[in-house]
Nanobody
């Protein structure tokens, strides 16, 4: 069993930056692919970024490529999402997720564990 707890969300002005963190429990964190998804009001949950078990492979949605960076520290059991040049369209609840295989996926149905989410609000 893996528990995921996100932190770092908040209110930021357009053009600003935020860093989200996701603390994971469990000794097998280093074996799992991890990801970030987001869900805005009235919209479906969408893929933001994914990272493989070692951090050597990353994947990004086109809408955040070049602005967001996903990373992980397996020694600290922590996943990160550095968000820069934020836009009002980035406003959403951001979810950390884990997949019990080494490679990430863009499909939310392929992930096994989810955090409770953290709100990010970008004011224009």
């Amino acid at each position: 069993q893996v528990q995921l707890v996100e932190s770092g969300g908040g209110l930021v002005q357009a053009g600003g930056s935020l860093r989200l963190s996701c603390a994971a429990s469990g000794r097998t964190f280093r074996n799992y692919a991890m990801g970030w998804f987001r869900q805005a009001p009235g919209k479906e949950r969408e893929f933001v970024a994914g990272i493989n078990w070692s951090g050597g492979i990353t994947d990004y949605a086109d809408s955040v490529k070049g602005r967001f960076t996903i990373s992980r520290d397996n020694a600290k059991n922590t996943l990160y999402l550095q968000m820069s040049s934020l836009e009002s369209e980035d406003t959403a609840v951001y979810y950390c997720t884990a997949r019990v295989v080494p490679q990430p996926s863009r499909a939310y149905s392929m992930y096994n564990y989810w955090g409770q989410g953290t709100q990010v609000t970008v004011s224009s």
